[in-house]
């Protein structure tokens, strides 16, 4: 016999997890709640979690409004160290731009958070809900849709009836591949090599470098720390991966500069591949995807959960209605809704996001010139980078409630 939800959610990493928290809290009057399952593959603290790992991700804004209106920023903020300074630059080049946080009128215009410090934070917090059934370690090994309910079997032979079923399962997602949904996918040929850096300094800038290679970030963390993302080519990064520390530091050093003074330690280094993926639809018969599973963008802008966490927020107000309304959270209306009102973000950011890459990685020199160009008119005229900060803050699908 088959245990009965509302809703299953597949992937309890950073949507899974906001997403099950967002709907365990939603109560109708007479007391009416969701029934969630939470299925993930991996227990929140394990070493190289796929979702929690040693990657920092910087939180713009408008999704420490989202959060806090969670009720989840609270637990995360003493985990969190505020950006209180962007500043672009281009490497050989003049152009650059600088936003702070007192020009927009915020104490900060985003915050970096680290992954594996994030995790446990979430479990803890589902944990403490009795309306969510953590299956974990388990994972989905398939499904079957009937017309009032899915069935889903999991790995350890386990199965359970939902009424709609969330993919948030990442790029890889078996919910989308079990329901055949098309994916394009457009490899980078670039690696993003990731690592914590200890440096002399630590003023709480993030800084964005443009290389002709590829872009390098540095995120401000606590501990004079700061948080590595470099793009390069994977030859380069498999090179980069097999250096010694010393040669490793000496080699960022040169790429990077001095802004932050010496770089003085490495940690672990990761690398990972970068593409983009897009669902070519994010919706079928009682099911729908969110997050990473939905589309998978390149780390350059910093927009992929910041993405994903206004499709946990759309979706979550959604189901909220339906539960005050007592009707199905699996219905064609609610899904064509979520799926109508998600595609105008989904869209611009994955475009945009898209054409910053292909503009940051060309080292023809009419691109450069004409991207330090794009750089400075930013900087010069705020009307331009206001339209950037409103981006970079998560307020351009609206500024949050
Ligand atoms: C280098 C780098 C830097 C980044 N920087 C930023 C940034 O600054 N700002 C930002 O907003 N975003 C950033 N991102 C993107 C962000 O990290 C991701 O968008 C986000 O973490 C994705 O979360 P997710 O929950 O959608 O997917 P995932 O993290 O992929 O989680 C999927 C979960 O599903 C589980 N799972 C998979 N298959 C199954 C199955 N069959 N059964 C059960 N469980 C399953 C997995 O174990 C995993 O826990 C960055 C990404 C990279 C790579």
Redesign the pocket.
């Known amino acids: 016999m088959a245990e009965q939800y509302d809703i299953a959610i ?9 997403l099950a928290l967002a709907l365990a809290s939603q109560r109708r009057p007479d007391g009416g709640r969701w029934s969630v399952a939470l ?4 227990p929140s603290a394990e070493p190289h ?4 790992d040693s ?6 804004e408008g ?1 420490v409004r989202r959060l806090e209106r969670l009720g989840l920023w609270p637990a995360l903020r003493s985990h969190a160290q505020p950006i209180d300074q962007i500043q672009v630059s281009d490497r050989g080049h003049f152009g650059g731009l600088t936003m702070t946080a007192d020009e927009y009128g915020v104490d900060a215009l985003g915050q ?1 958070v680290e ?1 594996e410090r994030v995790g446990p934070v979430l479990w803890q917090a589902l944990s403490r809900h009795d309306n969510i059934t953590l ?2 370690p ?4 398939s499904f079957s849709q009937q017309q009032d309910r899915i069935t889903l079997t ?2 350890s032979g386990t199965r359970i009836d939902a009424r709609l079923v969330v993919g ?8 989308r591949q079990q329901l055949n949904l098309g994916l394009e996918r457009q490899p980078y040929h670039q690696h ?1 090599l ?1 690592a914590n850096i200890s440096c002399d300094d630590h003023p709480g800038i993030a800084f964005e470098r443009f290389t002709s290679e590829g872009p390098l ?1 540095l ?1 401000p963390m606590n501990d004079r720390r700061y948080s590595l ?1 470099w793009v390069q080519s994977p030859g380069e990064a498999a090179r980069r991966m097999a250096l010694s520390d010393n040669a490793f530091l000496t080699e960022l050093q040169a790429a990077f500069g001095y802004r932050l003074g010496a770089l003085t330690k490495v940690g672990q280094r ?1 690398e ?1 591949p ?1 593409a983009l993926c897009r669902a070519e639809r994010t919706t079928h018969h009682r099911c729908v995807l ?5 589309q ?2 390149h ?1 350059i802008a ?8 206004r499709d946990v927020e759309a979706l979550a107000d959604r189901l909220n209605a339906a539960l005050q309304s007592d009707s199905d959270p699996g219905s064609f209306a609610l899904l064509a809704e979520y799926a109508e009102a998600r595609a105008p973000d989904r869209s611009r950011v994955t475009a945009a996001t898209d054409a910053l890459v292909k503009l940051f990685s060309n080292p023809v020199r009419a691109m450069a010139l004409g991207r330090n160009l794009g750089l400075l008119t930013l900087a010069l005229f705020p009307d331009f980078k206001a339209g950037l900060a409103k981006s970079a803050m998560g307020w351009s699908g609206g500024r949050p409630r």
């Open positions: 597949v992937g309890g990493a950073m949507a899974g997890a906001t299925i993930e593959a991996h979690h796929p979702g929690y990657r920092a991700i910087a939180l713009a999704s970096v992954l299956y974990c388990d994972g989905l090994a999991l790995n948030a399962d990442g790029t890889g997602s078996a919910v993003a990731i970030a995120l993302v990761v990972y970068l969110v997050g990473n599973a939905a998978t963008v780390p910093g927009q992929g959960f910041n993405l994903g966490l």
